[in-house]
């Protein structure tokens, strides 16, 4: 833990100097190529602070808010583009921006309150995943890896609530949302792109749907541009999450999780193409609720088959859920300690002065 904790005080200081850096000196350099290569070395810093951890939960959020979220808006910034444009007031907010996934253009009034039951009830089905962990060698392997994708997403969600909340209090932004009820996702489109992990599709679709679209679209008609544009964002996606594989196994890549991207982009623009079709959608259009049952069964499926087991395989999720029991253990504690400490003092203070008053 000490040495985590030396880690993470060099890595984000490193952080903050590099920031420093893009807002102060690069804003003044020409966009596009030059400013890119002004930001290169800064990208390749980025890539490689999560190895710097030993822990998965530090590598994991190093390398999505850093190496993943950070980077690629900094690839945008270099062409004047994405959420760093116009470039936020003061370096606090541009750090803020730069690393987490903050709505930049709103009216902090308007922003409704935070759902308290919805999330309350998120914190205890993640307690009741975690308890359900110590009983873990008598549940079957399907279900284990089902909890572990819950425990995933779920610790997610707390995550970045706790998150949005510090941002809104301090900044008055609020995050973009980490998912809309993917549950309720009728299509392969509908699920990648307007319900799970909305961030993702937020940074992609500038960095790389949109220019690959414009280049298809001198080479074949506009209407079928799109289709080179989905492939290439979700083979980006694919070889992004390889890299994030990485830094959780220290393993060299199975590509098994670009294949999952891969047959979900090859699906999804599959899918697209049927819709072009509007007579062929009128004749087999399915009710919402199969629609949902299919497409949420498919993503279920193909990421048991292709998505989990590499984490599985190697060892990452047991001791992802070991550092998540050792860190409610050590609040539990310490919540106790504290209590108790208090109690302590109280009840001296209130002897003290019945014994002794003034």
């Not at 690959?212 to 079928?224: A, F, H, L, Q, T």
Request: with cysteine; glycine share 4%.
């Amino acid at each position: 833990m000490e040495e985590e904790l030396k880690s993470l005080i060099k890595v984000w200081i490193s952080a903050i100097i590099s920031i420093s850096y893009c807002y102060y000196l690069t804003p003044r350099i020409k966009p596009g190529v030059p400013r890119l290569l002004s930001v290169s070395p800064v990208l390749a810093l980025f890539l490689a602070l999560p190895l710097f951890f030993s822990t998965v939960h530090l590598s994991l959020i190093t390398a999505f808010s850093v190496t993943w979220l950070a980077n690629f808006k900094l690839i945008l910034f270099s062409f004047d583009r994405g959420p760093l444009i116009p470039i936020p007031a003061n370096l606090s907010r541009f750090f803020c921006f730069t690393f987490f996934p903050i709505k930049t253009h709103q009216n902090p009034k308007s922003q409704n309150h935070l759902p308290k039951l919805v999330f309350a009830i998120k914190v205890a089905i993640f307690g009741v995943i975690l308890h359900l962990y110590g009983f873990r060698k008598t549940l079957s392997p399907t279900l284990l890896r089902a909890l572990y994708f819950l425990h995933l997403y779920l610790e997610i969600e707390i995550i970045l609530t706790f998150i949005r909340v510090v941002v809104f209090i301090f900044l008055g932004c609020d995050l973009e949302p980490q998912s809309n009820n993917p549950y309720l996702a009728t299509s392969l489109q509908d699920f990648w792109g307007r319900r799970w992990n909305l961030m993702v599709p937020a940074i992609l679709r500038p960095a790389v749907y949109a220019p690959m679209r414009r280049v298809s679209e001198r080479r074949i008609c506009s209407g079928w541009a799109l289709f080179p544009g989905i492939l290439a964002a979700f083979a980006v996606s694919g070889l992004a999450h390889e890299l994030l594989f990485f830094y959780l196994t220290r393993e060299m890549p199975t590509w098994e999780v670009t294949l999952f991207f891969v047959l979900h982009g090859v699906c999804t623009a599959a899918e697209l193409a049927v819709r072009k079709k509007t007579t062929v959608m009128q004749r087999w259009r399915l009710s919402p609720m199969v629609s949902r049952l299919l497409t949420v069964g498919f993503v279920f499926v193909t990421s048991g088959w292709l998505f989990t087991p590499q984490l599985v395989r190697s060892g990452v999720m047991e001791r992802y859920t070991y550092e998540a029991l050792s860190f409610v253990a050590f609040v539990s504690t310490s919540y106790l300690l504290f209590w108790g400490y208090l109690r302590r003092v109280l009840y001296k203070n209130t002897r003290d002065l019945l014994e002794h008053p003034k």
